[in-house]
């Protein structure tokens, strides 16, 4: 059983910059896709970011040129780097896994097989 374990969250100031990492049980290198998706008090899990092997990383409209997602297949560990920073972006930040090839690709929920406990980010104005 794969396990992906987050860290990273924490409290920071409107502006601010955060770096969350997800360390994986086994080696990411063997995943179609990993990415990080958030959920905030009241609203529907949303994907933040993706990133293949094969073909690099996308993002959701709303983090594009602020958020950077990178891996680092010799540490099992996927990275998102979070910069400018708004209140907006509070929430529970999830890391997940894609262990099966997706036709429709890896921007839904459904298309990761594993899934991280979560880290709480919070962004104050």
């Known amino acids: 059983q794969v396990q992906l374990v987050e860290s990273g969250g924490g409290l920071v100031q409107d502006g601010g910059s955060l770096r969350l990492s997800c360390a994986a049980s086994?080696?990411?290198?063997?995943?179609?896709?990993m990415g990080w998706f958030r959920q905030a008090p009241g609203k529907e899990r949303e994907r933040v970011a993706t990133?293949?092997?094969?073909?690099?990383?996308t993002y959701t409209d709303s983090v594009k040129g602020r958020f950077t997602i990178s891996g680092d297949n010799a540490k099992n560990t996927v990275y998102l780097q979070m910069n400018s920073l708004k209140p907006e972006d509070t929430a529970v930040y999830y890391c997940?896994?894609?262990?099966?090839?997706?036709?429709?690709?890896?921007?839904?929920?459904?298309?990761?097989?594993?899934w991280g406990q979560g880290t709480q980010v919070t962004v104050s104005s």
């Open positions: 997940a896994a894609a262990a099966t090839f997706q036709r429709r690709g890896y921007s839904e929920i459904r298309a990761y097989d594993y």
């Open positions: 086994s080696g990411t290198f063997s995943f179609y896709a």
């Open positions: 990133i293949r092997w094969s073909s690099g990383p």
